[in-house]
């Protein structure tokens, strides 16, 4: 079965740091290119990151410099390292890969 698993979401205080994982099942996620999107409480899901299968990264504007997406393909996981969260970062983040999305996790950031 194919499908994508993520994990590491929570509350946190502004400025510090989370880092989300996302275990897929299924070989195809190993070529394929993996991406994270956050989706705010009444707003459009929002693109964040993604990775390439040879591990080209590219990140929306307002997460450059914050967020590092890497992956391991040895355990068939990609990871979104979070640092200095901003209130503004509250959301479901969702894994997604081959038009795959997992379920997300919740990410709280405090002020």
């Known amino acids: 079965q194919v499908q994508l698993v993520e994990s590491g979401g929570g509350l946190v205080q502004a400025g510090g740091s989370l880092r989300l994982s996302c275990a897929a099942s299924?070989?195809?996620?190993?070529?394929?290119?993996m991406g994270w999107y956050q989706q705010a409480p009444g707003k459009q899901r929002e693109f964040v990151a993604r990775i390439s299968s040879g591990g080209s990264a590219d990140y929306a504007d307002s997460a450059k410099g914050r967020f590092t997406i890497s992956r391991d393909k040895a355990k068939n996981t990609v990871y979104l390292q979070m640092n200095s969260l901003k209130p503004e970062d509250t959301a479901v983040y969702y894994c997604?890969?081959?038009?795959?999305w997992g379920q997300g996790t919740q990410v709280t950031v405090s002020s």
């Open positions: 299924g070989s195809i996620f190993k070529i394929a290119t």
């Open positions: 997604t890969g081959v038009g795959i």
